[in-house]
């Protein structure tokens, strides 16, 4: 089991920027990659950035550029730095760590912060 916690949702001005947390506890070990999603009202859960167990980050096309997940590995926290926000960008941002122990994979979802742009 994992357990992941979020902070950092806030009404940022568009051009602004963001930084969210997620902190993890639990079996950490289990953890094989960790992922950012969003989703907006109305529209599917998009996935846009992941981070593997080795520290190797993939970015979708459409956040590419204007955003990066470093991560803490001593406080398991990985976090959202995102800049140059856009209209699109409002939704409900979810931390997901995807774990695989022997052949079996589980998926676990922080509780979810909202992100508002608006000028």
């Known amino acids: 089991q994992v357990q992941l916690v979020e902070s950092g949702g806030c009404l940022v001005q568009p051009g602004g920027s963001l930084r969210l947390s997620c902190v993890a506890s639990g079996s950490i070990y289990s953890i094989n990659y960790m992922g950012w999603y969003r989703q907006a009202p109305g529209k599917q859960r998009e996935l846009f950035a992941t981070i593997t167990s080795a520290g190797t980050t993939n970015y979708a096309d459409n956040v590419k550029g204007r955003i990066i997940i470093p991560r803490d590995t001593a406080k398991n926290t990985v976090f959202l730095q995102m800049n140059s926000l856009k209209p699109e960008d409002p939704a409900v941002y979810y931390c997901?760590?995807?774990?695989?122990?022997?052949?079996?994979?589980?998926?676990?979802w922080g509780q979810g912060t909202q992100v508002t742009v608006s000028s």
């Open positions: 997901n760590a995807h774990t695989l122990v022997v052949v079996i994979p589980a998926d676990y």
